[in-house]
């Protein structure tokens, strides 16, 4: 295929005029791509509002005793902080940002299959992150029963915890539409010879994700509706007073809550699939098996739901069975690291930007993995249960997982998404103090956990100040980190050199368009290779 | 393999759209299925008091709901049959049959509900707080299922009455009635869950 750029009629999707002009032609977009970069930005913007809400609570923890805020208002924050970056930023985050924009491409369509749906997608998931931050500023008060709106106390508080379940409601919503389209588009759309295993493992990974948004958010959708009639009626479902049963709010919510874990690391682990064979420049080690432990982690993950509630009162045999299948879970993950590792053995490495980001990814997620069968085994649990340990474990799951998966995806595809090229200089010195904060910040939680320091205390012993200390230190070096990153990416994509169409060497479909890609992806019908990552 | 378009904005796949809905339809059954499980870990604790509560509903009343919508299910299929056919006043005429059936359930309910909501026999009532636990879980998923249920009547009612406009426009045609399918389906599911709802709770005495 020739280079788009010496075609007459060749328009970038950001030139496209379409019906609409200005904001408008991207409000009212129902192209994937812009629809993908509204997602972006949002997210962005979230992001960086939960970021601060971290930092603030980092500040007050620097020191034992109350530092800059009221307890109300530090419970009030890590609940806040928790839904806004649950709900509106690693929930959506890869799925609806670069799936939108890359799936389509990497399975040769022209768009996903409904694009309509999808730009209502993005409104409604506006409408409830709108609701979410409106929450904090009610006068009743943030709502301050922590991201996982445990009954009963989220059905007795006077905070506004309507306002903040409603929101979560309002994005599951969003979440399932997106997940629907997804699964028509992979089934329905693929290229003509594109078959399930001719398709990248980015797309495997979207449709295993898109069948757990499908099939597990109705539930807590649900749930939180019976929360909210449980508070306007007082419906007895869940508080024991009236002759409900709290455990019960917890089981259906984690029924979701934890598949929704999957949610957000499972496109995490398609895009490091990616990015390995490019910057190896080779063929993906065990494409199969890689494809089809998405699949599985996604079974497997509907089962293991009982492992948050270890010590809330739970039979014996519910917690060993549980724990089990929670060991069982781990298997087809370390598949995939094992697969990644021997993809790079033998191959010519390229330690670009991308490939630094999916390195880390690998190493914390190992480290988030393995602390996570700890907590999977009941014994161990009960230690650590609802302490910083927790706190470390799923930051190094989700931020060192899923968020440093996103700045990989970034670092690669940004090329293509803005057709420049950002300073691989200041990517590298970005990315080496993201990665020294983001230890300093979250390693020291382990110890502090395993020593017993709770999580979403406001205040604590003397013994626990050092490490608290460091870790404050660290969350201030991450957040710098994240400034300079966010402000290479930006510079690179407004003002960076022209990106050719392939700057990596990739051999998927995205790299065989121009950058940026034009409306409708191909001006002619992609050829479809057997293998997607052959490199021979 | 799809068929191809040319373009974006005119791009239809009716097949697309159909398994779109079986998609939706499922987020829909793990919706009620969240509230079926529930109610049956309440039954269980509460034996007893949903057997006694649910002797103050009518099985009668539940009844001719169930003969109306199961009636409702076999026209709005025989609306599709007869488009499919090319038989627009047929067609017309069993969306129309249909969104009575809809109507005469809904009134039904209307009556139902009235006749607890006179009795105080409703969430956030009075007198709720001082019956028994079992009694008040039973009346609250009571109101709370039935109520969703009638909710999705409402949603399915309108879906079939945009079918009903478009029949009668033209834009929905034999080579084109992905929406009237779509539609169909929904209404199905609607009285699929109302089978379910009926024995759990009408007929458990």
């Known amino acids: 295929m020739s280079s788009g750029t010496e075609k007459v009629e060749y328009v970038s999707y950001l030139d496209h005029q379409g019906k609409y002009k200005g904001i408008l032609g991207w409000i009212f977009a129902t192209d994937h791509k812009r629809i993908a970069l509204l997602y972006m930005y ?10 601060i809400l971290g930092l603030l609570m980092k500040i007050e923890l620097a020191a034992p005793g109350q530092t800059i805020m009221k307890p109300q208002t530090y419970n009030g924050i890590f609940t806040v902080h928790g839904v806004i970056m649950i709900f509106m930023v690693v929930i959506p985050g890869l799925s609806a940002v670069f799936g939108n924009f890359f799936l389509p491409i990497l399975i040769g369509a022209k768009d996903v299959s409904f694009p309509k749906l999808n730009r209502f997608s993005w409104w409604i998931f506006i409408v409830g992150s709108i609701m979410a931050v409106a929450s904090q500023f009610l006068r009743s008060g943030p709502p301050d029963t922590g991201w996982t709106f445990y009954a009963p106390y989220s059905t007795t508080t006077g905070t506004s915890v309507i306002l903040a379940t409603s929101a979560a409601f309002v994005l599951g919503f969003s979440s399932i539409l997106t997940g629907l389209n997804f699964i028509v588009t992979i089934h329905q759309l693929r290229a003509p010879g594109m078959k399930f295993f001719n398709m990248p493992l980015f797309p495997w990974a979207l449709y295993a994700t898109a069948w757990i948004q499908l099939l597990a958010t109705p539930i807590v959708g649900i749930t939180l509706v019976m929360l909210i009639a449980e508070r306007l009626f007082g419906i007895g479902f869940f508080d024991p007073n009236l002759g409900g049963d709290p455990l019960l709010y917890q089981h259906l919510f984690w029924i979701y809550s934890h598949p929704a874990v999957y949610v957000m690391i499972l496109p995490a682990m398609g895009v490091i699939s990616e990015i390995i064979p490019t910057f190896t420049q080779r063929k993906i080690y065990g494409y199969k098996a890689i494809a089809l432990s998405s699949l599985a982690i996604a079974g497997v993950g509907f089962l293991v739901w009982g492992h948050h509630m270890y010590t809330s009162g739970m039979s014996e045999q519910a917690r060993w069975f549980f724990s089990l299948l929670t060991f069982v879970v781990a298997v087809p993950s370390a598949i995939k690291v094992f697969n990644w590792l021997a993809t790079m053995y033998k191959g010519s490495i390229d330690l670009k930007p991308p490939f630094l980001y999916a390195l880390s990814f690998i190493f914390l997620f190992i480290i ?13 649990n009960i230690q650590v249960h609802d302490t910083a340990f927790v706190v470390a474990h799923f930051h190094y799951i989700i ?19 803005y057709g420049r090229m950002y300073d691989f200089k200041r990517a590298n010195i970005a990315w080496g103090i993201i990665f020294v904060g983001f230890n300093m910040l979250y390693f020291p939680q382990f110890i502090l956990g395993f020593q017993g320091m709770p999580r979403r205390y ?4 003397p013994q626990f100040q050092g490490g608290q200390l460091v870790s404050s230190i660290g969350g201030f070096i991450l957040a710098t980190g994240l400034f300079l990153m966010v402000r290479n990416l930006v510079l690179g994509a407004r003002k960076g050199e022209i990106a050719p169409a392939n700057p990596w060497n990739g051999s998927t479909l995205e790299w065989q368009i121009p950058s940026p890609p034009s409306l409708e992806n191909f001006d002619e019908e992609p050829v479809i290779k057997q293998n997607p990552y052959d490199y021979e | 393999m799809s068929e191809k378009h040319n373009h974006v904005e005119e791009h239809r796949d009716d097949e697309a759209s159909k398994l779109g809905m079986w998609l939706f339809i499922f987020t829909e059954l793990l919706l009620f299925g969240g509230l079926f499980i529930v109610y049956s870990i309440f039954r269980h604790e509460y034996y007893q008091a949903f057997r006694e509560s649910s002797l103050e509903l009518s099985v009668t009343i539940g009844a001719i709901n169930t003969i109306a919508l199961l009636f409702s299910s076999m026209t709005v299929a025989m609306a599709l049959t007869a488009m499919q056919k090319n038989d627009k006043k047929t067609a017309l005429i069993m969306i129309g049959i249909t969104l009575l059936m809809a109507l005469v359930f809904l009134v039904n309910k209307y009556f139902e509900w009235g006749h607890k909501i006179e009795h105080g026999l409703y969430p956030g009532s009075a007198l709720m707080p001082l019956l028994d636990r079992g009694h008040l879980l039973y009346f609250s998923l009571y109101f709370f299922m039935t109520g969703l249920h009638a909710f999705h009547i409402i949603v399915g009612m309108v879906l079939l009455f945009i079918c009903l406009f478009k029949v009668k ?13 779509n539609g169909a389906l929904y209404w199905h599911l609607v009285d699929l869950i109302w089978i379910f709802l009926f024995p759990l709770m009408y007929l458990i005495s």
């Open chain 1, 42 to 51: 949002s997210i962005a913007a979230f992001f960086f509002v939960g970021v």
């Open chain 1, 368 to 380: 988030g993995g393995t602390t996570g069968l700890l907590l999977g085994s009941v014994a161990t």
């Open chain 1, 399 to 417: 931020f060192g997982g899923m968020g440093f998966a996103f700045f990989a995806a970034i670092h690669y595809w940004s090329p293509k998404i």
């Open chain 1, 458 to 461: 406001f205040d604590y012993l």
């Open chain 2, 169 to 181: 426009n033209g834009s929905i045609h034999p080579e084109k009635y992905a929406l009237l399918e």
